[in-house]
């Protein structure tokens, strides 16, 4: 296993240099007023792609040989994941294979077939994206792009903490979690300037995993079937580089129900005039439920994506 | 009629400084295929309080002396003007009251009060705005802030594109239009920098006072009773200080159907994952419309606000 370090991190920004966009740090007076803190929003949702993906997508497609490249990539995702592979790949020049289940919102399907991947549809309950996925790799000779489980991967959405390490010295940052690699990447880039930042996991309620890793260790598993509003967090089990980090790094995770997260979506609409998908929101909407003690403090919150159907999204502002 | 110079834009930006925010041009590449053209986004909807009229409200306040200051200031407005103003004399301590419809969006209503303005309501088709304001504007030695006939506004306006102009020379910029300070402060300052850009001003279809003024020579007035769903764009008529700049500084005006303008809330909801109102989304969607030929060039197009209600947002993703 192979932990990434900060120099990784700042090699990364370097390769991501006029190709990743630097998100801003969003701020609203209303915000601050509903949270009773000092609340930046670092908004991925403006990164290519719509998603953070993308950082660590590029930073791990980069480091193909020649040879990796001419054969071309295959990565599983319901979204985010494989639009930031499939936009990486259309910029280097490698085709893109992506195993996306068939119930994957519309708009993502939608974005990576429009950046030229070729997308393979399984069924969530009855087949095995990774059975599929290790045949077409084999068949193809086909380099698997990792989610989160990867050095560069997670050096890569490293930069996004580099980026806010740079504009602020927060008191805490709380990012979205599933596999783990934003947030670790992030606490790794913001602690290497800023040791006393406490950084916490927001993830969705009932799929409380890292929570459970944090407190017992090791490796704990979401039980199978549970729902939540959060489609880009629903990762059976965080990666273990992740996980080897956020023992280090984090301070802890924090539970977003699908209430909390619609709540949060619309704050976003409203004060921020942005667009949050639910798993982009989970972050804001932990804070929102004091599920982290934030009150004076300066705290970013991550907003890792917004791509997000238009019924889902219309139905969060009309709630509750 | 005092006509404002480029310097005093420059002058407004470094007043501005810190103060307002400097907002992102947003990119995305299936807007660029959607309209055949490098399209850029200028996202006035991220500035302070959700549109660009906190620039022109803020440059105007702080010029006032000590003694008009003490005094307090009065504005009129269906709703950014009004939260611009309020939010400026909130930082600067001045005390404001708005003169704002009654059927103005409850975003921009609640927004305008939470910011500590007081707010005088009126009925639109029974009363004049100007009367009352008049009347108390005198009863109370209140300083009258004009939302665009006024020349350190339109210089304030300008700032947003001196940002433009620094980041990229493009060959068209369009900007909504109602009384003309954004597009002509806009043209103004990028026409200082990038001499061949052409400006050219969006306004609500059957509300073309600007392209029919042009035309004329004289500036002409709307019909009263038009109906748009761009609330924000429903001046009578120009500001002669825009007229002024618009002749020498336009290159022409094109308008926006109410389809148009949902047509483009949706396309920047669906790539930008940003928040426009009907107003703010008017560029983009003469541009979608095809109503300006930017085929193959370099576009901006500035979103000026995104001051929305949830349900008139919710419907325009439901649309058509």
Do not use: W
């Not at 991190?9 to 991501?16: G, H, N, P, Q, S």
């Not at 602020?168 to 913001?190: E, K, R």
């Not at 989970?282 to 982290?292: E, K, N």
Request: net charge negative; hydrophobic share 50%.
């Amino acid at each position: 296993m192979i932990i990434p370090s900060f120099a990784d991190v700042e090699i990364a920004a370097d390769r991501l240099k006029g190709v990743a966009r630097r998100t801003p740090l969003l701020h609203s007076e209303a915000l601050d007023e509903a949270l009773g803190a000092t609340v930046l929003v670092k908004a991925e949702c403006l990164q290519r792609y719509g998603a953070f993906k993308f950082r660590g997508a590029y930073n791990r497609l980069a480091v193909m040989s020649a040879a990796e490249r001419a054969q071309g990539v295959i990565a599983f995702s319901s979204g985010n994941h494989a639009a930031g592979v499939a936009g990486a790949a259309k910029l280097l020049g490698v085709s893109a294979v992506i195993v996306m289940p068939a119930d994957a919102p519309g708009v993502k399907l939608a974005q990576t077939r429009a950046l030229g991947a070729e997308i393979v549809l399984y069924d969530r309950v009855r087949e095995s994206r990774e059975e599929i996925g290790a045949r077409l790799a084999q068949e193809r000779g086909l380099t698997l792009v990792k989610p989160f489980d990867d050095p560069y991967v997670i050096a890569g959405q490293g930069t996004c903490g580099l980026e806010i390490a740079e504009d602020v010295a927060p008191d805490i940052v709380i990012a979205p979690a599933s596999g783990g690699g934003l947030v670790t990447g992030v606490a790794l880039a913001v602690h290497a300037r800023h040791p006393h930042t406490q950084v916490f996991a927001a993830e969705p309620e009932g799929h409380d995993d890292l929570a459970r890793s944090l407190q017992s260790g090791r490796i704990e598993s979401n039980a199978p079937g549970i729902r939540s509003i959060c489609d880009a967090l629903l990762v059976e089990r965080m990666g273990e580089i992740p996980f080897a980090l956020a023992r280090t790094h984090l301070a802890g995770a924090a539970a977003a129900s699908d209430d909390d997260v619609r709540a949060a979506m619309r704050l976003a609409f409203q004060h921020l005039k942005i667009v949050l998908e639910p798993g982009g929101a989970a972050a804001l909407a932990a804070a929102l439920a004091g599920r982290v003690d934030i009150k004076g403090r300066t705290v970013v919150l991550i907003a890792s994506g917004g791509n997000v159907d238009a019924e889902v999204f219309a139905a969060a502002l009309r709630a509750p």
